[in-house]
T-cell receptor, first 117, second 109 residues
Framework: GAVVSQHPSRVICKSGTSVKIECRSL??????MFWYRQFPKQSLMLMATSNEGSKATYEQGVEKDKFLINHASLTLSTLTVTSAHPEDSSFYICSASVSRGGFYGYTFGSGTRLTVV | AQRVTQPEKLLSVFKGAPVELKCNYS??????LFWYVQYSRQRLQLLLR??SRESIKGFTADLNKGETSFHLKKPFAQEEDSAMYYC???????????FGTGTLLAVQP
């Protein structure tokens, strides 16, 4: 249980266009979701925390106008990379906190490889 | 500030040898520590939570508050243990999970 589905797994877009990445909790309700960015051979860097029905909380240095996060339901959070540039090329991963009568842990999506050309 | 340090980028051992993946953390309150594993071409999976004190796939990890460490250990490595291992910290009331830089474990036959 506690599966998060992330789509697309891979996307190539032209510079200046926008790309939307979806993260769905399949068998549980995800009040809180997280978006990470992972550079090659580096760790996961938290970009923002997404709370259902409210504005996302962005980490320092992350441009909220470039990385738009929407968490309109308990099972779906989206990350839109607006006006993408080659430097936005990266691996983006979503995650959701899982509760089992209290906080238990986190489950992760399979990630999205974004390439901006 | 919350910080997780994994000093080794790569750890190479032979099958059957003991394994210790180091993790140190920095946090002023009571942390919750996790180990996550990422096998090739797969998503991150939870391996261990310190509060459950469980053993998964032969791995154990003990939280040492005095040394601020949460090292991952296994007495006899298997080839299928080859993967990327991440130590992570959840601090107090916040739900944020902070990751270390990861250690690639390579178990040689």
């Amino acid at each position: 249980g506690a599966v998060v589905s992330q789509h697309p797994s891979r996307v190539i877009c032209k510079s200046g266009t926008s790309v939307k990445i979806e993260c769905r909790s399949l068998d549980f309700q995800a009040t809180t979701m997280f978006w990470y960015r992972q550079f090659p051979k580096q760790s996961l860097m938290l970009m923002a925390t997404s709370n259902e029905g409210s504005k996302a909380t962005y980490e320092q240095g992350v441009e909220k106008d470039k990385f738009l996060i929407n968490h309109a339901s308990l099972t779906l959070s989206t990350l839109t990379v607006t006006s993408a540039h080659p430097e936005d090329s990266s691996f983006y991963i979503c995650s959701a906190s899982v509760s089992r009568g209290g906080f238990y842990g986190y489950t992760f999506g399979s990630g999205t490889r974004l390439t901006v050309v | 500030a919350q910080r997780v340090t994994q000093p080794e980028k790569l750890l190479s051992v032979f099958k059957g040898a003991p394994v210790e993946l180091k993790c140190n953390y920095s946090y002023s309150g009571s942390p919750e520590l996790f180990w996550y594993v990422q096998y090739s071409r797969q998503r991150l999976q939870l391996l261990l939570r310190h509060i459950s004190r469980e053993s998964i796939k032969g791995f154990t990890a003990d939280l040492n508050k005095g040394e601020t460490s949460f090292h991952l250990k296994k007495p006899f490595a298997q080839e299928e243990d080859s993967a990327m291992y991440y130590c992570a910290l959840k601090g107090g009331a916040t739900n944020k999970l902070i990751f270390g830089t990861g250690t690639l474990l390579a178990v040689q036959p």
